[in-house]
């Protein structure tokens, strides 16, 4: 199946540091996701891309949909605590509307006040 | 905003026990989704749900599961003879339709003894 690659595994930062992370695929995706994750909650949607070069923002938070829509990544700038959890690139590649994601494992935040 | 629902949070069953899990999607969502996540890996599809019907299913989604939309509101998963692999998160999603993304339910953890 698909598989996405996803980097750093994870990340320990200061307060007010901008941090950056990436997925990649062998193949092309249709759309590019990035949830958010936090401990004994569900993945909530950050930010959703649809275009190939599409660059999107969310608050502190910043996405781009790579021009061979091969790769995606995700910035946050001046991090704070609460950005703490798990990071999951997420994508649908293919026809049809079923619209099934294939997830990265994802990059675990830490910040340090 | 509206939101994915889901119960119980925690279930413990002894394994072989049959097991359902239950979703509200969100109100005016069309297509239904379960993924799974063992602990300390990253989301898996298993199931995908639209118009009373699967339209695609993982390798996962083996004939121990079920998946059912009984009324207008709630979206079950089945998991007739439980085994101790199954022990993971259970995540229900829903999303709107045309490229609308998926949003995600808060997961039932399912411990099997």
């Known amino acids: 199946g698909q598989q996405l690659n996803q980097s750093p595994q994870s990340m320990f930062i200061q307060e007010g540091e901008d941090v950056s992370m990436n997925c990649t695929s062998s193949s092309i995706f249709n759309t590019w996701l990035w949830y958010k994750q936090e401990p004994g909650e569900g993945p909530v949607l950050l930010i959703a891309?649809?275009?190939?070069?599409e660059l999107t923002s969310n608050g502190r938070l910043t996405a781009q949909f790579g021009i061979t829509r091969k790769d995606s990544f995700l910035n946050i700038s001046a991090s704070i605590p609460s950005d703490v959890g798990i990071y999951f690139c997420?994508?649908?590649f293919g026809g049809g509307s079923n619209y099934k994601l294939t997830f990265g494992k994802g990059t675990l935040l830490t910040v340090n006040p | 905003e509206p939101e994915v629902t889901q119960t119980p949070s925690h279930q413990v069953t002894q394994m072989g026990q049959e097991v359902i899990l239950r979703c509200v999607p969100i109100s005016n969502h069309l297509y239904f989704y379960w993924y799974r996540q063992i602990l300390g890996q990253k989301v898996e599809f298993l199931v995908s749900f639209y118009n009373n019907e699967i339209s695609e299913k993982s390798e996962i989604f083996d004939d121990q599961f079920s998946v059912e939309r009984p009324d207008g509101s709630n979206f079950t998963l089945k998991i007739r003879s439980t085994k101790l692999e199954d022990s993971a998160m259970y995540f229900c999603?829903?999303?709107?339709?045309?490229?609308?993304?998926?949003?995600f339910g808060d997961g039932t953890r399912l411990s099997i003894l």
């Open positions: 997420a994508g649908h």
């Open positions: 891309l649809y275009k190939a070069g």
């Open positions: 999603a829903s999303r709107q339709g045309g490229n609308q993304p998926q949003h």
